[in-house]
Nanobody, 123 residues
């Protein structure tokens, strides 16, 4: 069983930056794919960014390309989402997701999810 703990959510003004971190626990050193999703009030959960096990194949939703950067530190087992030029539309609960996966492309699903961290961007 893998547990995911997100941190870094906060209230920030439009144009500002935040860094979210996800720390998995209870998992082995097996290869994994990790991602960030978000869900705004009244909306479906949506993919934000994902990264393969080696960290050299990041993927982004069109809405965040050029503003968000996903990265991972395999020595620590953590994944981060650096968000810049934040907009009010980025306001949402951000969730970390995990699956054991060795492919360099996005997996079809994620098996483990964190509880989420709130990001609020004021105008």
């Amino acid at each position: 069983q893998v547990q995911l703990m997100e941190s870094g959510g906060n209230l920030v003004q439009a144009g500002g930056s935040l860094r979210l971190t996800c720390a998995p626990s209870g998992h082995t050193a097996s290869r994994s794919s990790m991602a960030w999703f978000r869900q705004a009030p009244g909306k479906e959960r949506e993919f934000v960014a994902g990264i393969n096990w080696s960290g050299d194949s990041p993927y982004y939703a069109d809405s965040v390309k050029g503003r968000f950067t996903i990265s991972r530190d395999n020595a620590k087992g953590t994944v981060a989402l650096h968000m810049t030029s934040l907009k009010p539309d980025d306001t949402a609960v951000y969730y970390c997701a995990f699956i054991y996966w060795s492919g360099n492309y996005l997996p079809p699903r994620y098996d483990y999810w964190g509880q989420g961290t709130q990001v609020t961007v004021s105008s």
